[in-house]
């Protein structure tokens, strides 16, 4: 864990010093170009008036009807969608939304009494001020206990299908009501839940408003708090701006990095889509099979070793606000970028894995790209363009504890 930890501090040669560790570190691995994949030619970099041309040629060419855009550089078996503006969000027929569930929910995410130690609220993880994530490389659970994984924005999750980085909850419902019974996370339970909203006459009051007469139960408040997180939603980053129509909301840079990732970088192979995810699942040969901090990721979950190592293909809506990266959060932007350029490590079998059914196989997808560092930068000048615009979120006044700062 040092050797990836090492590399968000380094001073010099971030990038470089970390690909090195990553490959080399743990011996088994090796560079995607050992395993077949020819290693490209690094592209050569233009001119500032070379680049200046062709970013007015994209302008134009990505000012048109994304049906006119050049076809990107998929692989045949990628069901992909462009990518583009948000679209409304749908709630389940089974949970519609409503502004007094959304109220209740909103109130319960951050509520730490909804936690077993009365401590951790669902904000805890999920900070508003923080691109509704945390900011650290693993999260915080009971006790403070250090959890495996890295916590992923919730913004945007209502167009998840699949939710937590292994894709064991199938709604925001269930990945609600999840965190509420993990002992290692919110260690809730249904009495306690129902303890805390029918003792409290402020939640009585908002119950009664969300669901009537219906009785108190884990279950219909993890209904109002997946309510509420679906309304945490984005669109007003500069890129869709410029879906909406304005030229001058990317940069040239950002424009390059636009064309670089639909085309010669293959990101919308898996980050396709107004979500920029395709909800699915993918090993990018980081799953540490075999050696310390395993995570099996998909593969755990179903059973089924063809799942070994593959984890949920995150958002990249608001990347640069949620950093680090990765199910382990080991790495920073320009870590990952340089990683993906090098076709991502592979893992190699030991003499006793040889016949190991569950040893993980990396995507397909993933192909070292020979970007220079031009390319490098014009990415990151695009993945930060899908960054919303900041703006501070006051937490509710919650029943029974301290007025919220505007109520004040």
């Known amino acids: 864990m040092a050797v990836f930890g090492c590399a968000r ?6 990038a470089a010093v970390v690909l090195a560790a990553v490959i080399n570190a743990a011996g088994s691995w090796t560079p995607a170009a050992a395993d077949g994949d020819a290693k ?3 592209r050569p970099e233009r001119t500032a008036a070379e680049r200046a041309a062709r970013a007015a040629e994209l302008r134009q060419i990505y000012a048109a009807d994304p049906a006119a855009w050049p076809a990107p550089h998929v692989d045949a078996d990628v069901a992909w969608k462009e990518i583009g503006v948000l679209p409304d969000v749908e709630h389940p027929a089974d949970n519609p ?10 109130t319960l995410f951050f509520d730490p009494r909804l936690s077993g130690s009365g401590q951790i609220a669902c904000a805890s993880c999920h900070d508003p001020d923080l691109g509704w994530a945390d900011g650290r490389t693993t999260s915080f659970g009971h006790s403070r206990k250090q959890l495996a994984r890295n916590s992923p924005t919730i913004r945007n999750a209502a167009f998840q299908k699949r939710l937590f980085w292994d894709g064991r909850a199938e709604s925001l419902e269930d990945q609600a009501r999840q965190v509420l019974l993990n002992p290692d996370e919110m260690r809730s339970g249904p009495e306690h839940v129902i303890d805390l909203l029918t003792s409290e006459p402020g939640y009585r009051d908002l119950w009664q408003e969300a669901f009537g007469a219906q009785p108190v139960s884990i279950e219909r408040a993890a209904d109002a708090l997946a309510c509420f997180e679906r309304t945490v939603v984005g669109g007003l980053s500069r890129f869709d ?16 990095g636009m064309d ?8 919308i192979n898996c980050h396709h889509g107004p979500a920029f995810s395709d909800g699915g699942f993918h090993d990018l040969g980081l799953s540490n099979y075999g050696r310390p901090f395993e995570d099996l990721g998909r593969g755990r979950v179903t059973g089924d070793p063809a799942d070994t190592g593959k984890f949920r293909t995150p958002t990249l809506r608001d990347v640069t606000a949620t950093l680090p990266l990765m199910h382990n959060g080991l790495f920073e932007l320009e870590v990952a970028l340089t990683l993906y350029n090098a076709g991502m490590p592979t893992p190699q079998r030991k003499e006793s894995q040889a016949d190991d059914p569950r040893f993980p196989v990396k995507s397909p997808h993933l192909k070292p790209l020979g970007l220079n560092k031009q390319d490098l930068a014009d990415l990151t000048a695009f993945l930060t363009s899908l960054e919303e615009p900041k703006r501070r979120v006051r937490p509710p006044e919650i029943p029974g504890l301290h007025p919220s ?4």
């Open 241 to 256: 701006a410029f879906m909406k129509g304005n030229a001058a909301a990317l940069t040239d840079e950002a424009l390059l």
């Open 9 to 14: 501090f380094a001073r010099v040669d971030l």
């Open 40 to 42: 490209p030619v690094p």
């Open 405 to 408: 700062p505007q109520a004040r």
């Open 260 to 267: 670089l990732f639909r085309r010669d970088a293959r990101c």
């Open 97 to 106: 939304h409503s502004t007094a569930k959304e109220r209740l929910g909103r």
